[in-house]
């Protein structure tokens, strides 16, 4: 027959359900009241406080925020309890003693805040805290309850849970939803004029161009008058040129009993005809048009003297003694001459051009940051270019009046502070003047404050690259 050993915490019991082990139940009382009862089946430490974390959450003022008050040290239980506490403590043989008579007899071990006793498997006691009561003992652990479960006739089977009629209405659209969607894929074809195409026509109009295909007339070309005739001559009645003949070639490649050759002749005929009708000699001994004067070989020489030894004189505007103006009426005219003021020679009508100085462009060529900061390189570049970029610009343009081809880099480096104020602006890498230029706009630029982890203002520093290149 199996007996219990009261001095050891993990002691058996014999029962009707075989050896189970002992285990803490513990009690909470508020007022007189009790509020709480738990049996600790799990071997492990018990803590009380006012933290909802604690094995038992007490609101009690003078209660620690959380306390170890059964404190499990190689398998065995230790009470723990405060300078402030009032209670009495039983070992299981029949012998009670307080918690002042366990202080002073050394029962009790003082570990600074707190005491500390051993306990057995039958110790029982009780504990108190203004309102706040505590009562433990060790019991013998009773069996488990099963969970309440319903009769099998009741609860039924699987199958039993789904309705017939539900079932068979959704496997039937299930089927005929994926047999719409296999056709569909299936059967998928172009219809011709279908309703988009249709839409997309009466919505958008086609462009639509028209080409005249109606061929020129022939220009007719007339016989002109000599330039330097007398004022009495009579003029000649008009010739017509007759046209040079086209040849057309057979689309078959048949050109009608006569070769390439022969008709290369034909043209050339009808172009030395055409060329004697222009400058070959006429019944008064000029061609008509008096281009015989104007023929190769034709000696201007004797031209002059003939004109000379007729006596006839030579007069602006086709002679009749009239003058540059056609009513004979010599007279200062009222218009200006180009003007001579300009810085190269004489001015155009519509002034004089000035030089066209580069503009200039500026690109990113790189960009980086020292410090990690809510302030990225992106930020400062967006600020940038979208608030300073044309002062940048004018700093550019100015250089570029000097050398219009002047192209380079230069470097941004600028430090902002907690404020957004930019400090510490250099820039460097092109010319001393762009340079010191960029850098008198740098110590006015404002960005948003750069913030660190913690989300506290600091300092975060930069360096920009420009590639600044002359349209």
Not at 7 to 29: F, K, S, Y
Not at 269 to 288: M, N, P, Y
Not at 407 to 424: A, M, W
Request: hydrophobic share 30%; net charge neutral.
């Amino acid at each position: 027959m199996a007996t219990n050993r009261p001095n050891q915490p993990g002691g058996t019991a014999v029962g009707g359900g075989g050896q189970r082990p002992r285990i803490l139940r513990i009690g909470v009382l508020l007022g007189g009241k009790i509020v709480e009862e738990r049996l600790i089946r799990e071997r492990t430490s018990v803590t009380i406080g006012q933290s909802m974390k604690n094995t038992f959450s007490i609101p009690v003022e003078g209660l620690p925020l959380e306390f170890t008050l059964f404190a499990l040290e190689e398998g065995k239980y230790y009470l723990r309890f405060l300078n402030k506490m009032d209670g009495r403590l039983s070992d299981g043989s029949g012998q009670v003693h307080t918690l002042d008579v366990l202080k002073q007899s050394r029962g009790a071990a003082n570990q600074g805040e707190y005491w500390q006793v051993p306990l057995s498997d039958g110790s029982r006691g009780k504990l108190s805290l203004g309102d706040l009561t505590i009562l433990f003992q060790f019991v013998t652990e009773p069996p488990r309850q099963p969970k309440p479960m319903l009769p099998a006739s009741v609860r039924g089977t699987f199958a039993d849970r789904f309705d017939p009629r539900l079932s068979v209405i959704l496997g039937a659209s299930i089927i005929a939803h994926f047999a719409v969607v296999i056709i569909a894929l299936v059967t998928d074809v172009e219809v011709p004029n279908s309703m988009a195409e249709r839409a997309y026509n009466l919505t958008f109009k086609p462009d639509t161009y028209q080409v005249d295909v109606t061929q020129p007339e022939p220009t007719k070309v007339a016989d002109a008058g000599s330039a330097a005739g007398s004022a009495g001559a009579e003029k000649k009645p008009e010739k017509k040129v007759p046209s040079t003949p086209k040849v057309e070639k057979n689309p078959g490649g048949d050109s009608g009993g006569r070769s390439d050759k022969d008709t290369v002749a034909m043209q050339e005929e009808e172009a030395a005809k055409f060329a004697d009708l222009l400058t070959g000699e006429g019944e008064a001994g000029t061609s008509e048009g008096d281009m015989s004067k104007r023929r190769p070989g034709a000696d201007l020489g004797q031209q002059i003297t003939d004109v000379k030894e007729g006596g006839k004189q030579v007069a602006i505007g086709g002679g009749a003694g009239r003058g540059s103006r056609g009513d004979g009426d010599p007279r200062v005219g009222t218009g200006s001459g180009p003007k001579i003021s300009g810085p190269t020679g004489p001015e155009s009508a519509g002034g004089g051009k000035e030089e066209k100085i580069p503009t200039g462009r500026i690109n990113v060529s790189d960009k980086q940051t020292f410090d990690e900061s809510t302030l990225t390189p992106d930020i400062v570049l967006s600020k940038i270019q979208s608030a300073y970029m044309a002062g940048l610009k004018r700093c550019y343009k100015e250089y570029l009046k000097k050398d219009a081809s002047a192209r380079g880099k230069v470097t941004l480096s600028l430090t902002v502070n907690e404020t957004g104020r930019t400090t510490s602006a250099n820039a460097k890498g092109f010319s001393g003047d762009v340079d010191s230029c960029i850098e008198g706009l740098m110590s006015s630029w404002r960005f948003p404050i750069p913030k660190d982890k913690d989300g506290d203002p600091t300092e975060a520093s930069f360096a920009i690259t420009l590639q600044l290149v002359p349209d």
